[in-house]
């Protein structure tokens, strides 16, 4: 589940959204209702595949490079 960031313009507020991917909807500031929202970036929650995280130990204990 993708999480995108928005910053209020209105007053600053920095707020989290859980959104399924290619939504679209708007939001609305917590702090003053604004719609103006600006999305700052996306991340993805932990447990997407991510092969990079297997890298740092042999699940084995026979990889040569350890
Ligand atoms: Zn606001």
New binding site residues.
Partial sequence: MPIFEYK?K??G?KTEFLEKAGGSRKHS?E??G?NNMQRLFSTFSAGSSSKSSASDSCPTGTCPLS
């Fill in positions: 209020c209105h007053c507020h500031c702090k003053c604004s």
